[in-house]
């Protein structure tokens, strides 16, 4: 098993910037792609970021590209999301997940996701 738990949501203001992390930890794993999800209110979850581990490939959603940046760091088993100039649309609790494998293509559905963390809520005030 592999457990995940994210930190650094907050509540903050329209332009805003907010960093949020990962630690993955409990079974190790050689290759596995790592991605953020969200999900509002009475809305489905969705694909925000993902990253390959030993590649450091990355993939983005269309509505965060330019503002967000994903990134890891391997000694500490962590996975960061960076976002920046945050709008109301962004407001989401957002997951930290894992996928034990490498791709080739960054999954983008939720059910390629083996695991994921509780989630952290983020709050973006207008």
């Known amino acids: 098993q592999v457990q995940l738990e994210e930190s650094g949501g907050g509540l903050v203001q329209v332009g805003d910037s907010l960093r949020l992390s990962c630690v993955a930890s409990?079974?190790?794993?050689?290759?596995?792609?790592f991605a953020w999800f969200r999900q509002a209110p009475g809305k489905e979850r969705e694909f925000v970021a993902g990253?390959?581990?030993?590649?450091?490939?990355?993939h983005y959603a269309d509505v965060v590209r330019g503002r967000f940046t994903i990134s890891r760091e391997h000694a500490e088993n962590m996975v960061y999301l960076q976002m920046n100039n945050l709008k109301p649309g962004d407001t989401a609790v957002y997951y930290c997940?894992?996928?034990?494998?490498?791709?080739?293509?960054?999954?983008?559905?939720?059910?390629?996701?083996?695991?994921w963390g509780r989630g952290t809520q983020v709050t973006v005030s207008s």
């Open positions: 997940v894992l996928r034990p494998e490498a791709v080739v293509t960054i999954p983008i559905q939720p059910n390629e996701y083996e695991y």
């Open positions: 990253i390959t581990w030993s590649g450091g490939r990355t």
């Open positions: 409990g079974r190790t794993v050689s290759t596995y792609t």
